[in-house]
Structures are given as structure tokens and as C-alpha cells.
């Protein structure tokens, strides 16, 4: 049984930063892709950025340059550093991890980030 805990969410002014973070615990083995995916209200979700196993990353064209994604595999975690925040990026983020052989998809719970404007 693999659990993702997300934490870092929050309130924010535009302009600010939020970091998240997203942990996984259980059984593991092989952590593939690692990404953050978020959902506003009344829209689909959708992909923000992933990073692969071999530290490749690739970001949404509406947060490139305001988000960096990174992982840390000794610790099982994903991090989305986000800066430079709009109102747009008030969602719900939630982070999904490919875990195995083949790769089974795994969530988070969902974090909120509210951006005030």
C-alpha cells in the first residue's frame, strides 16, 4: 500500500511563493515519473509539471519560468517551488507518482493553494 502526503498549501498574496511538497510511504519500488497536477473550480485538471526518474522535467506553458519541480528520491518526495503567483493558480494541486513495473498511478489527497489578489 503506497500513500502520498502532500503539505505546503495555503494563502498567498500575487506576487508570493508556496512551496510543496508531496511524500510517499509504503511499499516502493521504482519511482518513475513524479508530477503535480491541479484543478480549479469548474475545470478539468490539469498537468502543471513532471520530472522524470533521470531528473528530466517538463512544465505547463502557463507556469514555465514561475515553477521549478525537483525530487528527491532518498526521501520519496517531489517539491514544486512556486513563485511569481496569479490569482490563475488559485486550484486544488495534487501530486501522482508512477510507482513499478509496469508503473501503476498513485495520488495525493489534494492541496489547496489560494492566490489573493
Known amino acids: 500500500q503506497v500513500q502520498l502526503v502532500e503539505s505546503g498549501g495555503g494563502l498567498v498574496q500575487a506576487g508570493g511563493s508556496l512551496r510543496l511538497s508531496c511524500a510517499a510511504s509504503?511499499?516502493?519500488?521504482?519511482?518513475?515519473?513524479m508530477a503535480w497536477y491541479r484543478q480549479a473550480p469548474g475545470k478539468q485538471r490539469e498537468l502543471v509539471a513532471f520530472?522524470?526518474?533521470?531528473?528530466?522535467?517538463n512544465y505547463a506553458d502557463s507556469v514555465k519560468g514561475r515553477v521549478t519541480i525537483s525530487r528527491d528520491n532518498g526521501k520519496n518526495t517531489v517539491y514544486l517551488q512556486m513563485n511569481s503567483l496569479k490569482s490563475e493558480d488559485t486550484a486544488v494541486y495534487y501530486c501522482?507518482?508512477?510507482?513499478?513495473?509496469?508503473?501503476?498511478?498513485?495520488w495525493g489527497q489534494g492541496t489547496q493553494v489560494t492566490v489573493s489578489s
Open positions: 501522482n507518482f508512477q510507482i513499478g513495473l509496469p508503473p501503476t498511478n498513485h
Open positions: 509504503g511499499s516502493i519500488f521504482r519511482l518513475n515519473i
Open positions: 520530472i522524470t526518474n533521470s531528473g528530466n522535467t
